[in-house]
């Protein structure tokens, strides 16, 4: 069974660095895609940022170019988002996604699979 753990949310100063992790065991995504998003109490689940697996090619929303940084490990089956400057208006949930496709990445009808998501909460 494919599960997608995701690790290294918590509290920060706003302007602090915060990094996520996601694994994934049971399947590989070397020529699929990685995406992060993220969904604020009341809001719907929003678009942050998307990695090829096999050339490495990263998609960010507007909101977050510049700030943020998507890797990917397929060694370990993991992917990153490193995030930087972060705003109180990045609090929300972050979920780990991934596809064996490579479109629509910046839609959820994209993914098919999700993690449970890790709280990131960005103090003023």
């Known amino acids: 069974q494919l599960q997608l753990l995701e690790s290294g949310g918590g509290l920060v100063q706003a302007g602090g660095p915060l990094r996520l992790s996601c694994a994934a065991s049971g399947r590989t995504f070397s020529n699929g895609a990685w995406g992060w998003f993220r969904q604020a109490p009341g809001t719907e689940r929003e678009f942050v940022a998307a990695i090829s697996g096999s050339s490495g090619m990263t998609y960010y929303a507007d909101s977050v170019k510049g700030r943020f940084t998507a890797s990917r490990d397929n060694a370990k089956n993991t992917v990153y988002l490193q995030m930087n400057s972060l705003k109180p208006e990045d609090t929300a949930v972050y979920y780990c996604?991934?596809?064996?496709?490579?479109?629509?990445?910046?839609?959820?009808?994209?993914?098919?699979?999700w993690g449970q998501g890790t709280q990131v909460t960005v103090s003023s």
């Open positions: 996604t991934a596809t064996t496709a490579q479109f629509r990445l910046t839609t959820t009808t994209g993914y098919g699979y």
